[in-house]
């Protein structure tokens, strides 16, 4: 069965810094696409990032670019999410997605498809 399982949420100030950590198990593949999302309350879930271990250029979303940072350990089925300057609009559930099953297109311009498994989320608060 699989799981993924997110951490590495909190609250900090403006101007700070977290990093996620998202990993996957119940898998033999160890490179498959994945991908961070958020839903602030009262709002879609929107794309946060995707990547496809090192097989694609990462796809970020306009409102993170230049200040988020993401990264695979694939031996590890490892996703990262390093936040910086992280300002009261980032904050929300931040949910990571799996897709060991190879339907999601990772490029920098996009990541389109369904993910089939995602984890519970972690919550991340920022302050003014």
């Known amino acids: 069965q699989v799981q993924v399982v997110e951490s590495g949420g909190g609250l900090v100030q403006a101007g700070g810094s977290l990093r996620l950590s998202c990993t996957v198990s119940?898998?033999?593949?160890?490179?498959?696409?994945m991908g961070w999302f958020r839903q602030a309350p009262g709002k879609k879930r929107e794309i946060v990032s995707c990547r496809y271990g090192g097989l694609s250029t990462p796809y970020y979303a306009d409102s993170v670019k230049g200040r988020f940072t993401v990264s695979t350990d694939n031996a590890k089925k490892t996703l990262y999410l390093q936040m910086n300057t992280l300002n009261p609009e980032d904050t929300a559930m931040y949910f990571c997605a799996a897709d060991p099953e190879l339907q999601v297109i990772v490029t920098d311009r996009m990541c389109s498809g369904d993910f089939g498994h995602w984890g519970q989320g972690t919550q991340v608060t920022v302050s003014s």
């Open positions: 119940g898998l033999t593949l160890d490179n498959f696409p």
